[in-house]
C-alpha cells in the first residue's frame, strides 16, 4: 500500500516528528511518503537533507489561509499519477485537502487528530463534520478524545480507532555522555539546565515558563533555560523576558534540528500547555530519560498519569517553581519523580506495535474486493 501524509508545510512540531517515524520505517507492504502542498517548512527541509521521503507540492502561494478548490484539484490528480492508495492527514488544514483530494481521486483517507477534540472551536466543527462523511477512518490518541469527536461530529465507533502515539526507540536515546554533550552544543555543563520543546504560541503557555525562571533563579541564581521553537509570541515572550530582568539566564532559542541532542542535554523538560493531546514531546523525553515537569491538563496526565509527582496546577506559579526546584535540589523528589516516569517509559509501546497497529487501521479503511 502506497501512502501519502499531507501537509500544507512541516514546522518543528510532534505531528511532524511522529511521521517521520512513519516514513523512516516502511514495511513491507506499505510504501510511505509525505507530501507539503505550500513549502517544506522547517521540518520538512530538514527531513529532505537526512534523505527522507518528503515531496513539496506548491499548490498553494504565500501565507495565506484562503481555501484553494484548485489545489484541491491538483493534488487529486497527483495522488492518481503516483498511484497513492491511502492519505493520512494530521492537522486540520490539512484534513480540509487531503481528505476533498482523496475523496476526488476515489481513494480513502484516514483524519488523525493529534490534540484533545477542542471545543470552543465550533465553527471548524461544520467542515469538519462534512470531511468526516468523506473520511474512510478517524484516528484519536485516546477513548476519550474518540468519544468526543463521535459526539462532536456524528461519526459511528465503527469509523474510528484509538492509537497512542509513540517515539523512534531508535532515535530518542538517553544520553552516553551528558557533558561532552553540553560542551558540543555550546551549553553550560555545570549549570542547572532545563527547557521546553514547543511553538511559541499561546497554548503552550510559555508565558508561565517566564515566571517560573523569574521565581526559580531568586532560589537558584546558577540555572539556565531554554525555550526552542518559533512562533507569533516571539515578540511579547521576548520583551517579558527583558522587563523581569532575565536575558541571558532564559534563551528564545529558535528551532533546532534535529532536536534529540538538545533534549538529552537538558535536566528537566518543561510543558506547562493549557491544552494538549498526547504530547509526542512528552514521549520523546522519557525515551531520552529526562525527567518532566508539566501542567495538569488531560493531554498531559493521560500519558504521565495523575499522580505524577512533576504536575502543577496552571493557575499555581508557585508550585510550577517549586516542581522544578525540588527536581533540581532535592535528591529524594527527583528519584520519586524518575523512577515513576521510568515505569511509564517502560510500558510504553514500541514503533513495531505502533506500525502493526497503524497498518491494521489501513487495512481496515482500505476498499473491500
Request: with cysteine; proline share 6%.
Amino acid at each position: 500500500m502506497k501512502v501519502a501524509h499531507v501537509f500544507v508545510t512541516m514546522p518543528v512540531g510532534g505531528a511532524e516528528d511522529l511521521v517521520f517515524s512513519i516514513v523512516r520505517h516502511s514495511a513491507p507492504g506499505r510504501l510511505a511518503e509525505a507530501v507539503c502542498i505550500r513549502d517544506l517548512g522547517v521540518a520538512g527541509e530538514a527531513a529532505v537533507q537526512d534523505g527522507l521521503p518528503v515531496t513539496l507540492l506548491p499548490l498553494l502561494n504565500g501565507k495565506g489561509k484562503r481555501f484553494s478548490l484548485a489545489a484541491v484539484w491538483k493534488l487529486s490528480r497527483w495522488f492518481r499519477q503516483e498511484r497513492i492508495e491511502m492519505v493520512h492527514t494530521q492537522v486540520y488544514n490539512a484534513h480540509v485537502y487531503g481528505v476533498l483530494a482523496a475523496w476526488l481521486a476515489g481513494i480513502p483517507s484516514i483524519m488523525h487528530h493529534q490534540k484533545t477534540f477542542n471545543r470552543e472551536r465550533r465553527r471548524r466543527w461544520w467542515t469538519m463534520r462534512a470531511l468526516s462523511w468523506l473520511a474512510a477512518k478517524q484516528v484519536t490518541l485516546s477513548e476519550q478524545t474518540r468519544s468526543d469527536v463521535m459526539q462532536a461530529l456524528g461519526i459511528s465507533a465503527d469509523k474510528t480507532a484509538v492509537l497512542p502515539n509513540f517515539v523512534d526507540g531508535t532515535v530518542y536515546t538517553p544520553p552516553k555522555d551528558r557533558p561532552s554533550l553540553r560542551v558540543s552544543l555550546g551549553l553550560p555543563v555545570d549549570a542547572p539546565l532545563i527547557g521546553g520543546i514547543a511553538s511559541l504560541n499561546s497554548q503552550k503557555n510559555h508565558a508561565a515558563t517566564v515566571r517560573m525562571m523569574h521565581g526559580l533563579l531568586q532560589r537558584l541564581p546558577e540555572a539556565q533555560g531554554l525555550i526552542f521553537g518559533e512562533g507569533p509570541l516571539r515578540g511579547e515572550l521576548q520583551a517579558q523576558i527583558d522587563s523581569l530582568d532575565i536575558t541571558g539566564r532564559l534563551t528564545l532559542a529558535g528551532n533546532k534540528r534535529p532536536i534529540v541532542p538538545w533534549l538529552q542535554a537538558l535536566d528537566i523538560m518543561l510543558l506547562p500547555s493549557t491544552w494538549e493531546g498526547q504530547p509526542l514531546v512528552i514521549l520523546q523525553a522519557l525515551a531520552c530519560g529526562v525527567p518532566i515537569v508539566s501542567s495538569r491538563i488531560e493531554g498531559n496526565t493521560a500519558v504521565l498519569g495523575v499522580d505524577d509527582p512533576g504536575m502543577f496546577d496552571l493557575d499555581d506559579d508557585a508550585a510550577y517553581v517549586e516542581r522544578v526546584h525540588s527536581t533540581l535540589t532535592d535528591p529524594a523528589f527527583r528519584l520519586s519523580l524518575v523512577q515513576h516516569q521510568q515505569r511509564l517509559q517502560a510500558a510504553q509501546p514500541t514503533f513495531v506495535d505502533f506500525l502493526h497497529q497503524l497498518d491494521c487501521i489501513y487495512h481496515q479503511a482500505a476498499p473491500k474486493g
